[in-house]
């Protein structure tokens, strides 16, 4: 049978997604890029805001108007996190939260035999093992991510994504070595660690920490680089980043979530630091690692968020300087504490001050690709693109167009000039 796949949040669900299509595959099943000849069609959801729910419902109607001869599967944290709700609103023939996307092979043969609507969702349980099959490819990419972990125990007022996910859960060591051995061997020399709460990863292990993990896949033959997901800034300490500074293999580019940059803001969301302390780990990090880059996702109109707390949070933006910003508006989020907060921001003042926000964050940027003139980097190549000319990024994960007559020495690109989203040699 051939099947489809449609992936939507976070790169663990890309790994998921990756996850699923192996074990399908390993059961004669054909990876197919249109719906349309698809006999299964399945989306892997994201519930992070009320868009990504919208994207997943979405996607579903599509679908079924390119190919309403397919199985539609819907798995993935939007029906994890659907629960005490009427899932058959959902209009999918089958019905998989991300505790249970193993069951895919075996749920799609028993729908086929008996037509009937199959939902197994199954809730997270306190003392739950991580679950993850492993995977040796990934499709399309020269980077490979790698799910060391799973799961949140932070509980931010805002944030549905512990109840979707299920508590902290680490990958053990020689499981991660395995894999990504796996992944050395078949060319893939940049692995990009990732987890819903990476820097949690050991919280739940008794001999290992997140600081080995990465030493770990770093001294496997074959990986040149390695790369983190999103890190929560109380997780580094100072004995955290003394132990990753002193793996050479690792990608100077931290992207360290912040959410706001007012404390008041910082409180209601029951986040775990002050901005002073926020501003003080990314000097730290911009001392300790060379040519350190600093990425980050910042929440704007959350309730109860005064003209002035915004403005707080621009005036911080300025004072760190990150040389990207992921800015996206509150929504509320059934089940969680902030649901229940008075002061909702309308939808017409959020997009006044992502705009406003976004005008900061990329003059910030484009004065910080204009600083890289000059300077010079290994850039692994991701694509070639219509020109002749190559796309890659470096080590510290700037977009880099190379012309076919650049000039290459001692394996590095010299950046000349540089233009909006892109800097060019």
Do not use: W
Request: net charge negative.
């Amino acid at each position: 049978m051939n099947v489809f796949f449609h992936t939507l949040g976070c790169k663990v669900n890309h790994y998921e997604t990756q996850e699923m299509l192996e074990d399908l595959e390993s059961k004669g099943y054909i990876a197919v890029k249109e719906p349309s000849k698809a006999d299964i069609i399945i989306i892997n959801s994201c519930t992070v805001t009320a868009e990504s729910d919208r994207k997943s419902r979405q996607a579903l109607r599509h679908y079924k108007k390119v190919n309403p001869n397919a199985v539609t599967v819907l798995t993935g944290c939007m029906p994890q996190a659907y629960k005490g709700k009427d899932y058959s609103a959902l209009n999918a023939d089958i019905i998989l939260g991300n505790k249970t996307n193993g069951l895919l092979d075996e749920v799609i043969k028993e729908f086929i035999k008996s037509r009937e609507p199959i939902i197994n969702v199954q809730e997270h349980q306190i003392g739950d093992l991580i679950q993850s099959r492993g995977i040796h490819c990934f499709e399309e990419r020269t980077r490979a991510y790698l799910k060391i972990e799973d799961g949140c125990n932070r509980f931010c007022s805002y944030c549905a994504i512990p109840y979707a996910r299920g508590r902290v859960r680490s990958k053990p060591i020689e499981d991660i070595v395995k894999e990504a051995s796996s992944l050395a061997e078949n060319g893939f020399i940049e692995i990009v660690l990732v987890g819903i709460n990476l820097s949690a990863y050991g919280q739940d292990l008794t001999d290992t920490d997140f600081p080995s993990a990465v030493k770990a896949v770093a001294d496997i033959k074959g990986v040149r680089r390695v790369r983190l997901g999103s890190l929560e800034p109380d997780h580094l300490t100072d004995g955290v980043i003394d132990k990753l500074s002193k793996i050479d293999k690792l990608c100077p580019q931290f992207h360290i979530s912040l959410q706001s940059g007012c404390d008041n803001t910082l409180k209601r969301m029951n986040r775990h630091y002050s901005a002073e302390e926020y501003l003080e780990l990314c000097k730290k990090l911009r001392n300790t690692f060379n040519n350190c880059t600093l990425t980050t996702d910042i929440m704007v109109g959350f309730s109860g968020e005064t003209d002035e707390d915004f403005n707080e949070t621009v005036e911080f933006v300025k004072k760190v300087g990150f040389e990207k910003v992921h800015i996206f508006p509150y929504s509320v989020r059934e089940g969680t504490r902030a649901a229940e907060f008075d002061g909702r921001i309308s939808n017409k003042t959020k997009t006044q001050r992502a705009k406003i926000l976004a005008e900061v964050c990329n003059t910030i940027r484009t004065d910080f690709l204009k600083s890289q003139i000059g300077k010079s980097y290994d850039i692994l190549i991701e694509k070639s693109l219509s020109d002749g000319s190559l796309f890659g990024y470096t080590e510290n994960y700037i977009p880099v167009i190379i012309n076919p007559d650049s000039e290459c020495i001692d394996g590095k690109y010299i950046i000349r000039n540089s233009d909006s989203e892109y800097c060019y040699s």
